[in-house]
């Protein structure tokens, strides 16, 4: 199982940048999906998640601005950031609780991309 993000870079404040994660594999179901992210110095913490009947929740400093979405039959999730700001710089995690190959159900994390926020 592989779970592969894009579409991070670098953006002036209040712009907006789309993340992409596609899972891949031996998948047979996708549980909740979500996005955490960690700045230097600081601890990995949760961004936004959704399920997969797509009930979603939020981290304060972003709601309002971020949406979560998933694409069950592409077994990808997105976040559209808009309105960021220089705080919401980080390098960002998709995570997805899946099961595969013989039926094992376990939590894979993406490599990260790298969002910077100028301001």
């Known amino acids: 199982v592989q779970l592969v993000e894009s579409g991070g870079g670098l953006v002036q404040s209040g712009g907006s940048l789309r993340l992409s994660c596609a899972a891949s594999?031996?998948?047979?179901?996708?549980?909740?999906m979500g996005w955490y992210r960690q700045a230097p110095g600081k601890q990995r913490e949760l961004v936004a998640a959704?399920?997969?009947?797509?009930?979603?929740n939020y981290a304060d400093s972003v709601k309002g601005r971020f949406t979560i979405s998933r694409d069950n039959a592409k077994n990808t999730v997105y976040l559209q950031m808009n309105s960021l700001k220089p705080e919401d710089t980080a390098v960002y995690y998709c995570?997805?609780?899946?099961?595969?190959?013989?039926?094992?159900?376990?939590?894979?994390w993406g490599q990260g991309t790298q969002v910077t926020v100028s301001s």
């Open positions: 594999g031996k998948i047979f179901s996708i549980y909740d």
């Open positions: 995570n997805a609780d899946l099961v595969w190959g013989d039926y094992v159900r376990n939590v894979y």
């Open positions: 959704v399920t997969n009947g797509g009930s979603t």
